[in-house]
């Protein structure tokens, strides 16, 4: 026992070192006089970005191993989870540093954020490598809770904590709805491990049928509401602007792709092969990828603020992301991944440029965007190259990943979808380009510099912008590692 | 030898390098660098000409290299007869639009670099011979054009550059579609992305089906990349982002818009739409003629309705476009041929009018033939500028088809080429030149005859800069009008293989 425990530990070494990484961030945090706060909050940052570079090696060092089930199959170690892992550390890494220049977060407060954020790594770290239900339920309630209290950080805004309100009541309910799919669905097959659920799930016939499709979709409930798709994307907008900035682009990668990686994982067990009640399934994805698409979209065109403006964009891309999920293939699984990769550099690039302007002006409307390209060109040429890339024109990252999303959804043949999701590229475009509009050709107020984007910043901002450029032109390499991180069952 | 192509498509990017590293406060140094890139451009491409062999019936100088080998996308790149001219026109017409922008104040060198970059994705859509890479280009010099409109544009620049954009945009997505569905339709196999793979009716037999319904194959994605092209092109009713883009963009980048640009719609239609759709392009050829018609008729009488002559122009280019849909729709040798002379003359004879009013903004800093309050915006002009009169009245002449200049012969060989097929339709579309003949006429009249508008007397003739970018395109007007058998003996061979395979699936 004590053996299978620590073998099943060696694979675990990323998640373990989250765990470490926490606990001993929050009594270093503890254990700190609290004269001198600025100098705690500054070791502490640093000592949480070394402890996520150790563990981003760590999942590297993971990435080429043979997947494998451990703890008695509660956890599966297998590329694709190691790759959605280094992607969200790559995103939490992104956050953290941007909160380390945000008024909001750094000025105001203590560590909170570095601690928590650590917090929801962890939730979705487990999330990516579920293999049954309960461990699945684990990751998104560890997520979740943390994540409720990153959205309140704000603590005299009333904004901020609304949104933590409305996060909590809607994350609680969905999480309610779905452990009640989760028992019936246990109910029916007797198991919670997903490969006996496969098996059992294959001999099942007649009358289960209706009380399984009910429960699957009570299920779908609490991993929409992670993802934000429709109909279960109303909190994000709300969520989303009242949490300060870095809190905002933190929750559009990590649980996002936390949420992404389990529909992938679920979807592909169940119903990839072919059994009778995928049809439903598929159906269903059909639908909601097409309904998100065309809501983040249509309803981001009338936002002024760019924070909200970003939330429905990516809810807009969590349509296209789910178009990968419809066609249930491994193409279709390394096209998301793709995307998910270019969508956290880019993700990263404009929630960065956002945050340090909206802390300058103390607002987020369109309206400091204006002339950005006379008061720092560096930052204008960024934040224009990444709406582009968003927007998915060539010859920057975005294109590469929605043509792959394309190109899987048009191998099936679903032409409809390939239509409605080429009509939200055009939408997308009008709205991504009226900042670009406000950025490039609108008349600055004044002459005068943004100031404070020190060097370092500018530096980073580059380097978040380079593989936004690179990977649209040689994404072979990237492309073949995704395709490298398929999903294995056990 | 086979690096001259790779030399024309780079040669701009390394110029824009050069552009972006020039000192900000030497705005001159730019303007030289994007100068001598073009011309060297210029002159590379009239030695592919010379070296260009008019009888092979393959591509010429390619180039071509596995770009991403999982997908089987390569960078492949070659000229033929039918790309041939609109490269030598790429080349021209740049070189002179770097002459007519010297006056150019506002941010010189993004400008500048901007233009160089717009000239190297022009070329890439003409030599891409690979649809990922053809596609990647398409859209790059979308980015140039909506930066170079909306910044150095006029009072309603914002609005005409989102308008472009966003309408390229909807139409080239659509392509996008089309461009997968053949990799996929041909088994993802080593040609899934070479355009001349795919070419000859490939696809007649296969069958999509969409929510349900059954589609052959062919049809429905021959209105996929339909949409692509003429928008591009543009074609009523898609034409509406034209008027707005050419008025509000600076002078250079009308040019450019009119010359170049717009024929890579109908450069799309001849190299992929036609050939890899044969039998759609068949069974639909009336209703590209009669769209193309309308477009002659509606666009002519759109452009006599204008009281900006800027406007004017724009709109002659919709009613010009016409004619070269006319002659594609025709598919007979006279008409292809026609077709595409007339995408080089078009370029050429537009371009002198759209520099023309450029020249004459300069000094005005108004395009009204009549102002909206209804008092004339100029007038007596043929007296005050005699050198600007003469060469405008070249380009006038060219652009309506008078015998003797090059529009002529384009157009004549178009309605030769058509009227076997359309018969009425040729009869109709004659009555657009006659219309053409009247806009034009009627606004030289307005502007360059009658009593002189006391603004008009302090304007100065053309000097030397404008003089010297203008008589080139008067010379190949007028050259082109007496002897195209240059350009005609260019594009024969592929013109000939092209309508070939049409009529095997007539």
């Known amino acids: ?107 105001n407060l203590k560590s909170e954020f570095m601690i928590m954020s650590v917090g929801v790594l962890i939730g979705g770290m487990l999330l990516a490598s579920a293999n049954n239900m309960l461990t699945l339920y684990l990751g998104i309630e560890t997520l979740s809770i943390l994540s409720y209290v990153m959205t309140s950080l704000k603590r005299d805004d009333a904004t901020s904590a609304e949104a933590g309100i409305k996060y909590a009541l809607y994350g609680g309910l969905t999480a309610g709805v779905m452990l009640f799919g989760m028992s019936h669905i246990y109910g029916q097959l007797g198991t919670i491990q997903f490969a006996e659920m496969v098996t059992k799930l294959s001999a099942l016939e007649g009358q289960s049928f209706v009380v399984l499709m009910i429960s699957f979709l009570m299920f779908f409930t609490g991993i929409g509401y992670k993802i934000s798709c429709f109909p279960f994307h109303m909190w994000s907008p709300d969520v989303y602007q009242g949490a300060p900035i870095p809190v905002t682009s933190f929750f559009s990668i990590v649980p996002k792709m936390a949420g992404i990686a389990v529909l992938i994982r679920v979807s592909m067990i169940f119903f990839g092969t072919g ?79 956002t945050s340090h302007l909206s802390d300058m002006y103390g607002t987020d409307t369109q309206d400091v965007f204006k002339g950005l390209i006379y008061k720092h060109p560096l930052m204008a040429i960024v934040m224009v190259g990444v709406l582009f890339s968003l927007a998915g024109v060539p010859p920057f990252s975005g294109f590469v990943a929605k043509f792959n999303i394309f190109s899987v959804i048009i191998e099936k043949k679903y032409y409809g979808l390939a239509i409605i999701a080429a009509l939200n590229s055009v939408i997308s475009l009008y709205y991504y380009m009226r900042l670009a509009k406000t950025i490039i050709f609108g008349e600055a107020d004044s002459e005068e510099k943004v100031p404070g984007f020190t060097g370092l910043n500018q530096t980073i901002i580059f380097v978040m912008f380079v593989p936004v450029l690179v990977l649209g032109v040689f994404w072979e390499s990237i492309m073949n590692i995704s395709g490298y991180a398929k999903i294995f069952i056990r | 030898m086979n690096g001259l192509l790779n030399w024309i498509l780079w040669l701009p990017i390394i110029g824009m390098v050069g552009v972006l590293l020039t000192p900000k406060a030497k705005e001159n140094a730019a303007r030289y660098v994007t100068l001598a890139t073009t011309f060297i451009t210029f002159v590379l491409t009239l030695i592919l000409w010379c070296k260009f062999d008019n009888t092979a019936t393959t591509m010429q100088f390619a180039v071509k290299f596995p770009w991403i080998e999982s997908f089987n996308i390569n960078y492949s790149i070659g000229v033929d007869g039918l790309t041939l001219p609109m490269t030598i026109l790429n080349g021209l017409l740049f070189f002179l639009c770097t002459l007519s922008s010297w006056t150019v104040e506002k941010s010189v060198k993004s400008y500048f670099a901007l233009i160089l970059m717009l000239q190297a994705s022009v070329f890439g859509v003409f030599f891409s011979l690979d649809f990922f890479l053809f596609y990647v280009f398409w859209e790059v010099m979308l980015i140039p054009m909506f930066f170079l409109i909306g910044i150095w544009g006029g009072e309603n620049r914002e609005y005409a550059a989102i308008k472009f954009f966003l309408y390229t945009f909807f139409g080239s997505i659509f392509m996008l579609v089309g461009i997968i569905a053949l990799y996929y339709a041909t088994g993802k196999g080593v040609d899934s992305f070479n355009i001349l793979a795919h070419q000859g009716g490939k696809f007649v037999a296969e069958q999509v089906v969409i929510f349900g319904h059954s589609f052959s194959f062919e049809h429905l994605f021959f209105w996929f990349m339909f949409l692509g092209f003429a928008i591009k092109v543009p074609i009523f009713p898609f034409h509406t982002w034209l008027p707005h883009a050419h008025v509000q963009a600076p002078t250079a980048v009308s040019v450019i818009l009119a010359g170049v640009l717009l024929k890579m719609g109908t450069y799309g239609f001849l190299r992929i739409l036609y050939p890899i759709f044969p039998q759609a392009a068949n069974d639909y050829s009336t209703i590209v003629a009669v769209l193309g018609l309308i477009s002659v008729i509606y666009g002519a009488f759109c452009a006599m309705a204008q009281d900006d002559v800027k406007k004017l122009v724009a709109y002659s280019s919709v009613s010009h476009m016409g004619f070269v849909m006319l002659g594609i729709a025709s598919m007979s040798t006279q008409g292809m041929t026609g077709a595409v002379l007339q995408m080089f003359n078009h370029g050429t004879s537009t371009a002198m009018m759209f520099l023309l009013i450029g020249i004459l903004y300069e000094r005005s800093h108004h395009r009204w033939i009549v102002r909206p309050d209804g008092s004339k915006g100029f007038g007596g002009l043929s007296t005050q500028l005699p050198k600007y009169t003469t060469v405008f009245i070249i380009g ?69 800069r404008e003089v010297f970018y203008m008589v080139p395109l008067c010379i190949i007007v007028i050259v082109f009008g007496i002897f195209p058998s240059p350009l005609l003996n260019m594009m024969k061979v592929s013109v000939g293989q092209l309508v070939d395979l049409l009529a095997k699936f007539a």
């Open chain 2, 396 to 464: 006038m002449f060219a652009s309506m088809g008078l015998p003797g200049l090059s529009g002529f012969i384009s157009e004549a060989l178009i309605f030769l080429g058509m009227y076997n097929r359309f018969t009425t339709i040729t009869v109709i579309a004659v009555v657009g030149l006659l219309i053409g003949a009247a806009y034009l006429l009627w606004m030289f009249k307005r502007m360059f005859f009658g009593e002189v508008n006391p603004d008009c007397k302090e304007y100065e003739d053309m000097n030397a």
């Open chain 1, 275 to 353: 059994s009778a009640i995928a049809v439903t399934w598929i159906g269903l994805l059909h639908v909601i990828a097409a309904m998100t698409m065309t809501v983040g979209n249509v309803t981001a065109i009338g936002q002024s603020s760019v924070k909200r403006l970003l939330a429905f964009s990516s809810i807009g891309h969590v349509g296209v992301m789910m178009l990968g999920v419809v066609v249930l293939n491994e193409v279709g699984v390394q096209a998301i991944l793709f995307y998910g990769i270019v969508y956290m550099f880019m993700t990263l690039a404009a929630f960065y440029i």
């Open chain 1, 1 to 107: 026992m004590l053996e299978q425990l620590l073998i099943s530990a060696s694979f675990y070494i990323p998640e373990l070192l989250s765990i470490l990484l926490m606990c001993f961030l929050l009594m270093a945090e503890a254990s700190h006089s609290m004269e001198n706060e600025h100098g705690s909050r500054d070791k502490i940052y640093g000592l949480g970005i070394i402890g996520l570079l150790v563990i981003l090696g760590a999942c590297i060092f993971n990435f080429t191993k043979a997947p494998t089930a451990v703890f008695y199959n509660a956890v599966i170690i297998d590329p694709f989870s190691t790759l959605v892992k280094i992607i969200m550390v790559l995103g939490t890494l992104g956050s953290v540093y941007l909160s380390r220049s945000s008024k909001d977060i750094y000025t």
